[in-house]
């Protein structure tokens, strides 16, 4: 049977949810959704589990604001809760504040450092100083020396993504905030909030127009030749697969959770601890101190880190890129087709799901201008 639609969207994830929220409620489009997965929202999605706790089960998401607009927009679905999302790393069983900060530097070195200044002249005596840094161990050892790269950052990159920071471009390691301050926060934005009933409610809320309707447990591709799309096909998977790997695969880093559920209130001090020298796992986090809910139960979960699973990291090199730029070509050129691609998946990049949600409104704004041409046509 033929499916026939206004919209067809691959994937409910954030960017799919977005943009039938838009077209339905402000053009009022009938727009399909397919989704591989049997839930909405994406690699944000959570779930309560059988004691009641509310848990991310793709990893913790940590919601910040680049943009007040993408903030406004998102409020008009949820309540919030702040999001104070603090991180320590445990080196030599002692735990510290991560982020790299003054306090940071202070216990680890055991001095006392005042302000920014003598820090900086500090670290003039333990940094490698090099001239254009091409990759994440040489941006680090610039900055910050042998002895922090060696104890926080070196053996927990290669463990997250099965390769030497030597073969990382700079933009992994240089996406971690590094502070001269006292700043405890894992992120640098102000504007942190988490969904007050949870990341799948506020998805749900989104879409509840009864113009949106969402197909689950199946993917795209089976099903592609059934469906009749009258104005615009937005797809938000990997855009290697979407066009066959004409030029082979996109490489993606994954990672497998162990959740466990405990009858304690709390069990750590903060919400994620990370392991660079200890274990096969590089992060436990108790997602309760972000959920803040208040149960007798927390669930800790531990990640290892992977090549197969779920694509969850575009692994940014050279090799990569020079293929992906191949398939942004194509991606570009289907817009003569009315197809769009947007998203963490289709763009190959690491976005926070604020980015997404932004790259999501401005698509939304130019399909609307498409579709006015379309329907005066
Ligand atoms: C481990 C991890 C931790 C993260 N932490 C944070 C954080 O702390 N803060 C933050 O802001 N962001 C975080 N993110 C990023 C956030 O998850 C993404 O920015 C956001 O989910 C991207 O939304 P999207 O719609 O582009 O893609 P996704 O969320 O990936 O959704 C895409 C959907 O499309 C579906 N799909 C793909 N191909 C097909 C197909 N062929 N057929 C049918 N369905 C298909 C998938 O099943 C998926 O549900 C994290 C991501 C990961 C992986």
């Not at 099965?162 to 504007?191: C, H, M, Q, T, W």
């Not at 506020?202 to 089976?222: E, V």
């Not at 790997?245 to 009858?263: A, E, M, N, P």
Request: net charge positive.
């Amino acid at each position: 049977m033929k499916i026939n639609t206004d919209v067809l969207i691959i994937g409910a994830g954030p960017v799919g949810c977005v943009i039938a929220e838009r077209l339905s409620n402000e053009l009022n489009l009938k727009c399909k959704i397919i989704e591989n997965r049997d839930h909405i929202a994406g690699n944000c999605y959570d779930a309560y589990n059988k004691k009641g706790v509310l848990y991310h089960k793709y990893g913790p998401h940590y919601l910040r604001f680049k943009n007040k607009k993408t903030y406004d927009y998102l409020s008009k679905f949820t309540k919030w809760i702040e999001g104070d999302y603090i991180v320590k790393s445990v080196v030599n069983k002692k735990l510290y504040s991560f982020p790299i900060n003054l306090d940071t530097l202070e216990n680890f070195f055991n001095v006392k450092l005042k302000n920014k200044n003598e820090a900086i002249n500090f670290l003039k005596k333990k940094i490698i100083k090099i001239k254009n840094p091409k990759n994440s161990e040489e941006v680090i050892l610039n900055k910050l020396g042998r002895q922090i790269y060696d104890n926080f950052y070196k053996n927990y990159t290669i463990k997250q993504w099965g390769i030497s920071p030597k073969k990382l471009d700079k933009s992994v390691a240089g996406r971690v905030p590094i502070r001269f301050n006292r700043n405890p926060f894992y992120v640098n934005e102000k504007l942190r909030f988490m969904p007050k009933h949870g990341f799948t409610q506020l998805f749900k809320n989104m879409t509840k127009n009864k113009n949106i309707s969402i197909i689950f447990n199946t993917d795209y591709f089976k099903i592609k030749n059934k469906i009749n799309v009258k104005y615009f096909t937005i797809y938000t998977g990997t855009p290697d697969r979407f066009f066959n790997f004409k030029y082979g695969k996109l490489d993606w880093r994954s990672l497998r959770f162990v959740f466990k559920t405990h009858k304690k209130k709390l069990i750590q001090e903060c919400v994620q601890y990370n392991y660079p020298n200890d274990h096969k796992f590089t992060r436990k986090v108790e997602i309760k101190h972000v959920t803040k809910q208040k149960t007798n139960y927390t669930v800790i979960s531990k990640e290892f880190p992977t090549n197969n699973g779920d694509p969850y990291y575009p692994i940014i090199n050279k090799k990569n890129l020079s293929k992906f730029k191949k398939y942004e070509k194509l991606m570009n050129n289907e817009m003569k087709n009315n197809i769009f691609f947007e998203g963490r998946l289709a763009r190959y990049k690491y976005f926070n799901t604020d980015e997404v949600i932004e790259s999501a409104l401005v698509l939304y704004k130019k399909l609307k201008k498409t579709y006015k041409n379309l329907v005066k046509s």
